[in-house]
T-cell receptor, first 114, second 113 residues
Framework: AQSVTQLGSHVSVSEGALVLLRCNYS??????LFWYVQYPNQGLQLLLK??????LVKGINGFEAEFKKSETSFHLTKPSAHMSDAAEYFC????????????FGAGTRLAVHP | ETGVTQSPTHLIKTRGQQVTLRCSSQ?????VSWYQQALGQGPQFIFQ???????GRGNFPPRFSGLQFPNYSSELNVNALELDDSALYLC????????????FGQGTRLTVV
């Protein structure tokens, strides 16, 4: 069965500092991996996705993530945090066949302080 | 291009009642999935509809049911509401079955009292 673990339910950084949000997955087949962002009282917006092309994936708003098969990780990074990055971030995995349901982690709330 | 729209945005129901939530998929998308997001948790897959047929279901009881219409819009119905059904219900559409990306609506916040 597939699963996602996000290490750290809350992460706090200073504006301009590096953002690192951790995600580890479990999958018996090569997965698709996603990072979504959720602002308060809103739905989910896709930041980036890995579908077996380049292992370093660039997304919107300056975010990127690296797929590391040996570590079963897909950590999200951004070199310099902005106040507008404060939100909830979800890592998700889906299989490559069937109906591609998404399995989400519990989320990491990112706080950015001046 | 219109995105995924859900209605209503907020809803309060009493335990034991029934509720219907609605979703209009993004133009050209024939696959719709529903997710339940309880407070402080990640979304959980309820089920998916493709060409008006249920095509995959998560670990939810039969009192959670759905429909997809010929225009690919969808409804989520929940019978015999329980307090634990209070959550944000998210609809997501995809251009076709098995497409790698799902496009989410803003959600319906259901409160059961």
């Amino acid at each position: 069965a597939q699963s996602v673990t996000q290490l750290g339910s809350h992460v706090s950084v200073s504006e301009g500092a590096l953002v690192l949000l951790r995600c580890n997955y479990s999958s018996s087949v090569p997965p698709y991996l996603f990072w979504y962002v959720q602002y308060p009282n809103q739905g989910l917006q896709l930041l980036l996705k890995y579908t077996s092309a380049a292992t370093l994936v660039k997304g919107i708003n300056g975010f990127e993530a690296e797929f590391k098969k040996s570590e079963t990780s897909f950590h999200l990074t951004k070199p310099s945090a902005h106040m507008s990055d404060a939100a909830e971030y979800f890592c998700a995995v889906s299989d490559r066949g069937g109906y591609n349901k998404l399995i989400f982690g519990a989320g990491t709330r990112l706080a950015v302080h001046p | 291009e219109t995105g995924v729209t859900q209605s209503p945005t907020h809803l309060i129901k009493t335990r034991g009642q029934q509720v219907t939530l609605r979703c209009s998929s993004q133009s050209g998308h024939n696959t719709v999935s529903w997710y339940q997001q309880a407070l402080g948790q990640g979304p959980q897959f309820i089920f998916q509809y493709y060409r008006e047929e249920e095509n995959g279901r998560g670990n939810f009881p039969p009192r959670f049911s759905g429909l997809q219409f010929p225009n690919y819009s969808s409804e989520l119905n929940v019978n015999a509401l329980e307090l634990d059904d209070s959550a944000l219900y998210l609809c997501a559409s995809s251009p076709r079955q098995g497409y790698t990306e799902a496009f989410f609506g803003q959600g319906t916040r259901l409160t059961v009292v």
